[in-house]
């Protein structure tokens, strides 16, 4: 059982470059996030979805674009990289409500913008 | 929004010795409430939760509890152990809503 599978484990970018980071679940989760980590800061949502073809923002959201077109995936789009978004990304999934709601991880992005 | 508070940021105990990391949030509404593990190059990872309707929940060395009158609710670690050395988060969740809001993190060092 894979779980929540992120790719690429590392990346770095120059400014201005695009990229797409990659997040896959086979537990089939209805929802699934995204969030970065940066020192001091805790953990971040940036986007978050309940189900394929919904999306909506979270707490820092801009510079990033999600899109949810199956149930499996999660992709997380910088269309422009800035040196502001050098940070962790990690996915989460979990079931929608009731009482088993736990969201696993994926083992992280780290990501560099040169 | 939710606003969690975690504290302290960084815990040094020795091996044997108990840790206790305490959080606050700012939203009544809020009802559940996980404790996650991050090791070194990992994601985290749920180690106990709590729900509302709960006071206190154990699991072999760790336990939380939650004062809902207070909107505090803490993690408590016995008999430490150096594998327990992780960063530690808290998180709370409103009724009706998936959103997770987290604390900063507590770094745990278990002195051998």
């Known amino acids: 059982n894979a779980g929540v599978t992120q790719t690429p484990k590392f990346q770095v970018l120059k400014t201005g470059q695009s990229m797409t980071l990659q997040c896959a679940q086979d537990m089939n989760h209805e929802y699934m996030s995204w969030y970065r980590q940066d020192p001091g800061m805790g953990l971040r949502l940036i986007h978050y979805?309940?189900?394929?073809?919904?999306?909506d923002q979270g707490e820092v959201p801009n510079g990033y674009n999600v899109s949810r077109s199956t149930t499996e995936d999660f992709p997380l789009r910088l269309l422009s990289a800035a040196p502001s978004q050098t940070s962790v990304y990690f996915c989460?999934?979990?079931?929608?409500?009731?009482?088993?709601?736990?969201?696993?991880f994926g083992q992280g992005t780290r990501l560099t913008v040169v | 929004g939710e606003n969690v508070e975690q504290h302290p940021s960084t815990l040094s105990v020795q091996e044997g010795d108990s840790a206790v990391i305490k959080c606050t949030y700012s939203?009544?509404?809020?009802?559940?409430f996980p404790w996650y593990k991050q090791e070194l190059g990992k994601g985290p990872q749920l180690i106990i939760d709590i729900r509302s309707n709960v006071g206190e929940k154990k699991d072999q060395r760790i336990a939380v509890t939650l004062n809902k009158t207070a909107k505090h609710f803490s993690l408590h670690i016995t008999e430490t152990q150096p594998e327990d050395s992780a960063v530690y988060f808290c998180a709370a969740r409103k009724g009706g809503s998936e959103k997770l809001v987290f604390g900063k993190g507590t770094k745990l060092t278990v002195n051998p």
């Open positions: 979805s309940v189900g394929a073809g919904i999306t």
């Open positions: 989460a999934s979990s079931y929608l409500g009731g009482s088993d709601t736990e969201a696993f």
């Open positions: 939203d009544s509404a809020s009802n559940y």
